[in-house]
């Protein structure tokens, strides 16, 4: 089984209109979280949409026939799924990428859970060290900042990975008060 972190940007929130900026990928160790080699970032200013897509494809497991070999982590996942399979299925010689058609960890819920239970407030930026919203890249994309679009990708998987690795050392714990609880 892999599991890996997953996450793209856009330029907008509309899987029609707006387009995929970035695919960005990797491995997670199962069972503690930690991040296994290095992060993979597909541009679509140096390949285009379809070529990003191809590549994301070809080269990570996403495009297995075992659907365990490419568990997507991440947060808000509904987000990339619409995204991916929408873009990948305009195009005929692409594999179409549903990531809620396969085995997925969905961290969303148990950040809304963490912010008891109020979705405003609940975003990564609010929960961990990242920085800010995904909100300037659209700014940067379209003045061609591709510096500060790399800069905050990797600062999100950094905090992402970092929160996701204190998870599982927490999580465990959570359950055995909550045995306890059942006894």
Known sequence: MGTYYLDIETDGLDEVQNKIITIQYVEL??????????LSILKEWELGEKEMLRRFIEDSPI???????FVSVGYNLGFEHKFLLEKSSRYDDLFPISILARPCIDLRAIGILMNKGEFKNSGL???????????PLIEWYETKDYQNIENYIQNETDEFVKWYEW?????PELRNKWDKELE
């Open 29 to 38: 160790e199962r069972g503690t979280g930690k991040q296994l080699g290095e």
């Open 63 to 69: 495009g297995s026939k075992y659907p365990f070999d």
């Open 125 to 135: 930026d609010k929960l961990t060290g990242k920085k800010h919203s995904g909100s």
């Open 167 to 171: 998870l599982h050392k927490e999580m």
